[in-house]
């Protein structure tokens, strides 16, 4: 195990092999019994991650629990509930390193009635490890754990049948249950498995491989870890920049900041700003290690724009070459997280990137069976459970399909009684846009420096002054008009208070 | 995706989490400890907000019973920096006598530190309070949040936990209630000292050894900072050479016999360390499942 550790003798060199290393963040799904808990731990113990004082703890509690030796499991199940009960009930973070790569796991719970903690798992995942137990094969939480692999847009899935040690290491128990997790992968083109038979008990083609499975050539589940390559395949390399903060410290200096999305960013890069659509470009990447000439996905950083321009908090900065979509209509893939149910014609909060907003939850298209994949028509979802939805969001919504771009493609629902977040969102597309009636009627112009309002039954801000409805077909005026009209606290929905209007 | 560098990814996330509570809450304030994770802190805070100040005050919970050595750094970096410094004391607990000794450890810490903590956020109206714990310290804290609601009380319930999905942070609270922020979670000790290391950030000098007055009991070393600290028949503190690997009250931090004295040394001993980082903290020991209990009362 020595090995997985740097030599003293060569300290610098160790220094800068670890500044070299990159972070690999997966998650595993498991259900009960299939020993997920026990493999997260032997790769900690394995890779010396575990301290001795932590082992003596884990030894210790184990006295009474119908379990030899080290109980590996103890080692990750933080709550005292969950230690009690022996099952793992949240999400929890664990960390270990080799000299190659650093790594961050997910662990959470495989049972059906988790399925909001392996969602949450798996939404800053690369990499899913999947377990399926050799002597029960491929049962239907395995398809239910493909699919939430699929759906937050994990490419890459390690199935490891543990417990090889029970049914005498066979190849043929082996082989068997591959053709049959094969045959559920069909239907998720997306994604790039990886079969390896293990025990995590006995150690077997964890760290090492075993010289109990002779006929398995392929490299252990931590080899397999530490060389698969890190990073998306098919997520978009445009450049979105979501606008967290505008930073203002003197009259010299106006810079926003915020992570890049995805793509990079060079100074002198056209730029367009959403939802306004006005078009400059970058003067300037600012960050406090100085100026850089580059900026890639990722990096949190300051931009200077050439040109001043009305912007704030949510807004996004994006590449002209290669435009996100924008409506204020979306479907989307939901996750429901909450004990009370969705509610159709419900007002929720969004956050979207780095904007809050209000969305209206307009239909539940349908609801998914987790694990037949069949498709149930029904009027609200229930936790746990997983549908496609429209979603009308009060201002103009800029975004990217969720299969092309994981952070703009993305949000959570907010109850705005109880601040809970109680949905996860995947965007499919935009939806149909005819539900901006309610402000078809009004139009708007601008009169000696004034702006008058005009409805259908001829309501002016401007008291005599006689209103002219101007056409509004162009979305852009029409998002204008919008942006006005909640600043002038004029309700885009009926029954809006004042605290819909805060940001 | 462009594959970034762990320590980098490490930072730019922090760098978002401390610009989204400032966007986002109303009076955020960051929770200083003087410990190696919140001068690391200060750094990011450095460079989220730059070319800006940091937009936020320290709030030092001081216990009375930290290291003299910790105090002299804490004025002078935060000073250095022109960083606006709070500090709260539980006056009354300590004219009531309050020490780990008379009082054992789960008094004087939910009097010291919790109870303090509360009073001091109460008192200056803080509804986000960021602060440098890391989910590998400690099992409980494996599972907390970023983003990490507490009630009017100030407590945490870790069984109902808001999910956090992607890097999208559920900010919202009513009035009374308030957040724990917590940037560093994803990062590792190891990490902690890579950092420290690559960006040449000030630590307070107990964390480097040097020959120090220890009481010395078996394999443990006891700092004599306070008088109460009780001493065994015929005991006399030796000159041991030795360091701190994190940082408390001196009543309840061992020091570790070490001769790593510069940052890349301590790196060295971590790599090759069989126990863990909070092994010397003797709060932690008190109870099965301290730090959760801890927590739900309102710890940090």
């Known amino acids: 195990m020595a090995s997985l550790l740097a030599p003293s003798e060569s300290f610098s060199a160790f220094l800068e092999l670890e500044k070299g290393k990159d972070l690999l963040r997966f998650t595993t799904a498991g259900s009960v019994d299939d020993g997920k808990s026990t493999l997260i731990g032997r790769l900690l113990y394995d890779s010396r991650s575990i301290y001795d004082d932590q082992l003596e703890s884990a030894t210790k509690a184990s006295v009474g629990r119908n379990v030899g030796a080290i109980d590996f499991s103890l080692l ?20 270990f390193a080799t000299p190659r790569r650093k790594f961050i796991i997910a662990d959470t719970p495989g049972h059906e009635q988790y399925t909001r903690n392996m969602v949450t798992g798996a939404s800053t995942a690369e990499l899913a490890i999947v377990l399926v137990d050799a002597r029960k094969g491929v049962l239907p939480q395995s398809r239910r754990h493909s699919y939430i692999a699929g759906l937050l847009g994990i490419e890459r899935v390690v199935i490891a049948v543990n417990k090889m040690d029970l049914v005498g290491y066979n190849e043929n128990v082996f082989r068997a249950i591959e053709n049959d997790f094969r045959a559920i992968l069909a239907r998720f083109p997306e994604i790039e498995p990886y079969f390896v038979p293990v025990s995590a008990l006995a150690g077997d083609n964890i760290v090492s491989r075993s010289s109990h499975m002779p006929w398995f050539t392929g490299p252990s589940l931590l080899e397999h870890l530490e060389t698969v390559p890190v990073g998306g395949r098919v997520q978009t390399s445009a450049f979105r920049f979501p606008v967290q903060r505008v930073v203002r410290p003197s009259h010299e200096f106006r810079g926003y900041a915020g992570t890049i999305a995805s793509g990079s960013v060079r100074p002198g890069d056209p730029v367009t700003i959403l939802p306004s659509g006005r078009e400059t470009t970058i003067e300037s990447i600012v960050t406090f290690d100085g100026n850089q000439e580059y900026a890639s996905a990722g990096q949190s950083v300051t931009l200077t724009l050439s040109q001043e321009i009305d912007l704030s908090r949510g807004d996004f900065i994006v590449s002209s070459h290669h435009l996100p979509l924008k409506s204020h209509g979306v479907k989307s893939m939901l996750v429901w997280l909450n004990e009370k149910p969705a509610e159709i014609g419900k007002r929720y909060r969004i ?153 | 995706m462009t594959a970034r560098i762990h320590l980098q990814q490490l930072e730019a996330e922090s760098i978002h989490i401390m610009r989204e509570v400032v966007a986002e809450c109303q009076r955020p304030v960051l929770l200083y400890s003087i410990g190696k994770d919140s001068s690391v802190l200060l750094r990011l805070a450095q460079k989220a907000f730059f070319p800006g100040p940091v937009p936020f005050p320290l709030l030092h919970i001081d216990t009375g019973y930290k290291f003299k050595e910790m105090i002299e750094f804490r004025d002078r970096y935060t000073g250095e920096l022109g960083l606006n410094l709070i500090v709260h004391t539980n006056r009354a607990a300590l004219n009531e006598g309050a020490n780990p000794f008379n009082w054992g ?40 949040r970023v983003f990490s609601f507490r009630d009017q009380r100030g407590q945490w319930d870790p069984r109902n936990q808001r999910p956090e999905l992607w890097n999208i942070f559920n900010t919202r609270i009513h009035p009374g209630e308030s957040l724990r922020v917590f940037p560093l979670s994803n990062w590792t000790e190891l990490d902690v000292w890579q950092y420290i290391h690559a960006e040449n950030i000030p630590i307070v000098p107990l964390y480097f050894a040097k020959p120090r007055l220890m009481l010395v009991r078996g394999d443990s070393l006891l700092p004599i900072e306070q008088p109460f600290v009780p001493r065994l028949p015929g005991e006399v503190p030796k000159l041991v050479t030795c360091r701190m690997r994190s940082l408390g ?36 020991h008190d109870q099965d499942g301290s730090m959760e209990i801890k927590k739900q009362e309102g710890y940090f």
């Open chain 2, 249 to 284: 009250c001196s009543p309840c931090t061992g020091a570790i016999r070490s001769d790593a004295d510069t940052v890349p040394r301590i790196i060295e001993e971590l790599v090759t360390m069989r126990l863990s980082e909070r092994q010397n903290r003797v709060i932690d």
């Open chain 2, 105 to 144: 450890t789960q008094r004087c810490c939910g009097a010291l530190k919790t109870t303090a903590l509360l009073d001091g956020l109460r008192q200056g109206g803080f509804d986000a309070a960021i602060g440098g714990a890391r989910r590998d310290e400690e099992r409980s804290r494996a599972k907390e």
């Open chain 1, 76 to 95: 990750t199940d933080g709550l005292r509930a969950e230690r009690e009960q022996g099952i793992t009930i949240d999400v929890a973070y664990r960390y």
């Open chain 1, 351 to 503: 956050k979207h990137a780095s904007r809050q907003d209000w969305a209206i939850l307009r239909e539940i298209d349908y609801r998914l069976n987790i694990n037949t994949l069949e498709q149930d028509d029904v009027h609200t979802l229930e936790m746990n459970a997983i549908g496609q939805i429209t979603l009308e969001t009060a201002r103009l919504l800029c975004f990217d399909r969720y299969t092309e771009n994981r952070i703009t493609g993305s949000f959570i629902l907010i109850d705005p009684a109880t601040n809970a977040t109680v949905a996860a969102g995947m965007i499919t597309g935009a939806a149909e846009t005819g539900t901006l009636a309610p402000l078809a009627g009004i139009s708007w112009q601008v009169k000696d420096g004034a702006l008058v309002l005009t409805s259908e039954q001829g309501f002016s801000t401007k008291p005599g002054a006689s209103g002219e409805p101007l056409a509004m077909e162009d979305p852009e005026a029409l998002e204008a008009l919008r942006h006005m009209l909640s600043r002038l606290r004029v309700a885009p929905f009926a029954g809006t208070t004042d605290a819909d209007f805060e940001i």
